[in-house]
Structures are given as structure tokens and as C-alpha cells.
DNA sequence: TATAGACGTGTAAACGCTTACATCTGGATC
DNA sequence: GATCCAGATGTAAGCGTTTACACGTCTATA
């Protein structure tokens, strides 16, 4: 372990206090000519405050939590990119654990992560309900809650605009000739909302909703939500809550001898990476992922300086694919 | 911000000095009945230590830093789940940061990590080579290395046997009845070995090697160095380094009028997730990230205890696909 | 019965910063 | 020329732990 250079090695090879030094270095009040001479010093010396001290005579500890349901779900990665480009300007690091979406674990995690002097907790994606956070809240520093509910709670909510997304996707359905519009649809809030988008898109345009299945934001029960609406029929395309209920979508459309796109369009949500590599590539709303880390950031260190944020809602983008064509009448 | 609850507190609490408590608390020899009051006591009161406290006073911060390149690369969340996990278990946490490929901020980040007190550095993939590390390595807690080069750094290397797994993805092809196989290959030390395994897995046959093209491990030189292959001909399956440049490849092949599986056979490297959702699946060898990470984990903390941890060799899994068929004769 | 440990506990000094307060200097003001 | 005040610097008290050392108290041994 490498010696620390400490202050008042500074302090003496520049002939000042270790109080000048300080300030010299935190900008407090020194005249320029021992600041210059200082801060040379230090550099000479190879000197770097020891954070650990700091954070003891300060109690202000530059670091924010940070809880993701699943280390490997590709959009967590962009979201911490975001927060963590955001901290860095402002000389925070963070701390990430995951909860790996097992509510015991995140309790864990939580405790784990406050006893790690945070100064915010930025919780994202789904997990623990907001009445338990509430019942955790008082042992926790402030929380930023990234699209995931806690209306009661008091935190700012960074989210994306669901309903508007939905029915941006709908309407391009709309805008291809399509009429009879189904839904394969998730749970929780962002489920409701895009369900609730959807359907504002048919109202707006005079149609009636088609069939709605529910999918649980995953593959299998995508296959199996698609295979229930193909059963029933009346749709030339289906609005699904995810990219990866698609996957499974495309799979049941293949297996019921359908084409993705000539038979039966299909829009996805989230923009994944792998809706690139599908035959046809999929359409879908791309989430402003690294966005949503920079204003959960944003709103973090607002936090910490005891301010109350702003809500955040951020809008997606609609990336249009072959796997949506012109309606051709069939079906 | 919550209010602290100190050492003393629940040493007034219960009755006994400060030094009493923190033995109780760290496992020093204290008589049974007095640590379960005082394990009761600071129950009670909802003490949990200070951790920049117990830094300063101890000198060891219980965290490692991690320098990823690429903070959305999908395999880097399974090894900082590996990371993360391991490091749990002995009450160690990590801080991350992404170089974002650019060698100027890798300094930086490395500066930066080093300056917030971590007691090992874990680098993952290609960055700075082993020449400016070794000119910062001065300044830098020790270095745990991930698939990275760095020979004669003296620090431990956690590495997989890109020579066998290339081979294996050789042979693979080979038992498919082709006999002229070429390459697309990558740079650096992760390029060469696969290249050199490719190479031996054909002279263990008796084959003569095919034409090898560079890719530089980009989807788009993946792309031109299959169009350069396929304009020379003479092969009927190629081995390429990369997923990434597999997707090039793949493409190449569609707009040279062939079909990868039927026409070229493929196979890839890295376990990518995509690679499933191709057409033809791309068979490929899967890399094992997470224990990857897991081992640099043990390492770093072998480190910290000022152990000279062994390097560690990780093999890949076969995973085969449909982009690799029985040589039938074309081509 | 004296005595050497062994064991349990307390006292106080670090650890390396920040910062309130005190001190000193040198004009500016009357 | 005395008085003030502002600006620059120093002194020292924290911040919340850990831990070396000192100090009893017992028990086992001679």
C-alpha cells in the first residue's frame, strides 16, 4: 500500500498552516501568491486528499447509490453510463448494486448500500413496492426513483412518457392502414400506461380496440399471449409492451405459418439491440436510456444539496422496421 | 440527512467503554455476556458504523475499483455481477468506470479511482498498454488484470484460453466434414490466440490453412474482411473472432448471393446474446463473463491481503447452431 | 499464601481532513 | 496619529472509529 501524503507534509514543505493548505485547496479565502505556491507543492508532493477523512470532517461522503433489478439487462448499462457522467462533473462516484429482482435482496441491498454513507439512493425499474420503501424510508438517505412506482412517496420520479410512446407506436400502426390493432400488454404502471396509450391512439382515430392479451414482459409469455390472440384472430397487427414479449411474438406468428410484416405488423417498446438482428427487424420505441441515468443524476445531486426536484418525464423514439408494413388486406 | 447513531451512544447505552463496543462488534475477545448486550444495545439503537470513520482509522476502505471500456458492453454486466458478488461476500463493494475506449480518460478514471481510496484496481478488456501502466502503475493501488495485456505488469492475470476455444471452434467445423476453413481475425493479444488456435486445430488435421482476413473486431470490418474472403473463394466455412464481426460477415455472405449455414459455415466467438436471434443462429463460443469476474474478484481480494494471487485461465463453451452445417459439397 | 498469567475492560492516541475562532498585519478613515 | 476594519493566516477542536497499552480480577500453580 502505497505511503499517504498528507496535508500537513504540504503544509510544511510550503511553510503555511495545514488550514491554508485546506483552503488553498478548497478555495477558501488565500492570498493567490500562497495559493500558486501551495498547489505547486501539493503537486510536487503528489498529494490527494484522503476522501476518507473528508468525508468524517465534512459528513458529506460524494458518493450516490445506485439499485438496478439485474446486472445484465442491457439497458441498466446506458442508464449507468448517464449517471455516471453526470456525477463525475460533479465529483460524485456512485455505488451500483443489484437486486437481481428478488425483493429480499433489495431489502439487503438497500441497508447494505445507506450503511455505506450515500447521500442519495437512486432506485431503478421495478422492485420493492412503495409501501414497503415507505416502511424502510425513515433508515434511508433520499431516494430518486427511476420508472418505478412511489407516487406517495415523496422522491423524485424519473420516467418516461408511457402513454405518449403507446400511442406514438399505435398510430404508426394507424398511419400504415391498419384498423384492427391488437395489444400484447405488461403489468405495473409502465404496463397500464401503455395499455392506456394504445387505446387513446384507436379512440383518437375513431377504431375500436382489438384483442388484448397479457404478457408479462417476457419472452414465453409473449409466445404465449401471442399465440392466444392469433387463435382468436380479427387483427393485422399488434402493438407489444416490450421487445422481448415480441421475440416471443414473432416466434408464435412463425410457428402459426405468418409472416412478421406481410401478414401481421408488430411494434415492440424499448429498443434493444436485438430487435436489429430479428427477420424483419423490429420496429419499436427506443427508451432514452442514458437520458433517464442523467436526469435521475441530475436530480440526485439536487437532492443531496436539499433541494426538491422536479418530476422528470422523458419521451421516446419511435424507430421505425420492416416488421411494420402497409396494411395489404390480409388477415 | 439522517443523524447519526455513534459508537458512544451505544456505549453509554450500554454501559461499557467505546473499545468494548467496537471489540464486541469486530470480533475481539470480550466476555460472552457483554458482547450480547452490546450486540442488543446497538441493535436497538439502529447503530451502524461509520464507514469513512473506520477507513481512517484502519486504513483499509473495503472497496476495489473497476475500469470497464465500455460501460454498455454486454458482457461487462456479467462480470461486474461476478465482480459484485464475490466482493459481497467479504463485505467489499466496487466503484466502476468506463473508459469509453479513449486512453486520455482511462488516465483520468484511473487517477480518479485511485484517488478515492480503493484498495485494487480491476482492469477489464483493451486499454492503455502495458507501457503507460507501468509508468502510472507508481501512483496506482495494485492491478488485477481482465483479458487485457500487460505480461509484465506483476500483477495477476485473469485471463480465458483464446487458443483452445478457438481451436475447439476449429475442430468444430472440422468434424462438419469442411476441410477449407478460413479466418477473420482480430487485433491484439485476444486476436493472435485465436488466430494461433485456428491455426493448430487445422495443422492436428492435416489441413492446410485457409485465407485469413483482419476485422479488427467491428461488426463493419467483419463485413469487408468476409467480402475480401468470399472474392477469393477457396473455403466452405470460416471462423471468425468475434460475434460483432460474425454480424458483418453474415451480411456479406446474404449479399453475395449465399446463405450462411447452407453455403458458409460460421462460427463465432463470445456467447453474445444476439447471436441467438440470427438467421441462422450463430453458433459461437460463449465466454464465461461472470466467472470472469468472479475470479478477479478473489484475486483482487487476495491482493489486498497482500497475497500474490496465481493467474487464472478460463476455457470457453462450445455452443453450436445452426449457422454450422454438414459440408455438403458447395462452394 | 504469594504470584504469575490469562482474561476482561478502560483510557487515550492516532487516522487526515475541515472549519470556527483567534491573531496579526497593513492600509483607510477621521 | 489613533482607530477600525478587512484580509490573510494560524491554532486547535472536532468528525467516529480502531487499537496499543495499562489496569484490575481471578484462577491455577508453586
Redo the contacts with the bound molecule.
Keep these: 500500500m502505497r505511503?499517504?501524503?498528507?496535508?500537513?507534509e504540504?503544509?510544511d514543505a510550503a511553510?503555511?498552516?495545514?488550514?491554508?493548505?485546506?483552503?488553498?485547496?478548497?478555495g477558501?479565502?488565500?492570498?493567490?501568491?500562497?495559493?500558486a505556491r501551495v498547489l505547486r507543492t501539493a503537486e510536487r508532493l503528489g498529494?490527494?486528499?484522503?476522501p476518507?477523512?473528508?468525508v468524517?470532517?465534512?459528513?458529506k461522503s460524494r458518493a450516490i447509490g445506485v439499485v438496478i433489478p439485474d446486472a445484465t439487462g442491457p439497458l441498466y448499462g446506458r442508464m449507468l453510463r448517464g449517471i455516471g457522467l453526470e456525477l463525475a462533473q460533479a465529483g460524485y462516484t456512485y455505488l451500483v448494486e443489484s437486486s437481481e429482482r428478488d425483493p429480499a435482496r433489495e431489502r439487503q441491498v438497500l441497508r447494505d448500500l445507506s450503511a455505506r454513507d450515500v447521500e442519495a439512493l437512486i432506485l431503478i425499474g421495478s422492485g420493492l413496492g412503495p409501501r414497503s420503501l415507505a416502511a424502510m424510508q425513515g433508515g434511508l438517505p433520499s431516494l430518486v426513483l427511476v420508472e418505478r412506482e412511489g407516487a406517495d412517496l415523496a422522491a423524485p420520479m424519473i420516467t418516461i412518457d408511457n402513454e405518449s410512446a403507446a400511442e406514438r407506436a399505435t398510430r404508426y400502426l394507424i398511419e400504415h392502414g391498419h384498423t384492427r390493432i391488437a395489444h400484447i400488454a405488461g403489468p405495473r404502471r409502465a404496463g397500464r400506461e401503455r395499455l392506456a396509450g394504445w387505446r387513446r391512439a384507436l379512440e383518437a382515430h375513431g377504431l375500436a380496440p382489438g384483442p388484448v392479451a397479457n404478457g408479462g414482459f417476457t419472452e414465453e409469455g409473449g409466445y404465449r399471449a401471442a399465440q392466444a390472440l392469433l387463435a382468436r384472430g380479427g387483427f393485422s397487427a399488434v402493438f407489444v409492451a416490450s421487445d422481448r414479449m415480441a421475440l416471443g411474438a414473432y416466434r408464435a406468428v412463425r410457428e402459426a405459418g405468418l409472416r412478421v410484416g406481410a401478414d401481421v405488423s408488430v411494434v415492440g417498446f424499448d429498443g434493444l439491440e436485438f430487435g436489429t438482428y430479428l427477420d424483419p427487424p423490429l420496429a419499436t420505441l427506443r427508451q432514452p436510456a442514458q437520458q433517464l441515468g442523467q436526469a435521475a443524476a441530475r436530480a440526485a445531486l439536487a437532492v443531496t444539496r436539499g433541494e426538491r426536484p422536479e418530476n422528470v418525464v422523458l419521451s421516446c423514439e419511435l424507430v421505425p422496421r420492416a416488421s411494420v408494413l402497409e396494411y395489404g388486406g390480409g388477415l
Design positions: 505511503k499517504r501524503v498528507t496535508i500537513y504540504v503544509a511553510g503555511v498552516s495545514v488550514a491554508t493548505v485546506s483552503r488553498a485547496l478548497n477558501g479565502r488565500v492570498a493567490p501568491l500562497t495559493r498529494f490527494s486528499p484522503s476518507a477523512a473528508r468524517l470532517a465534512t459528513g
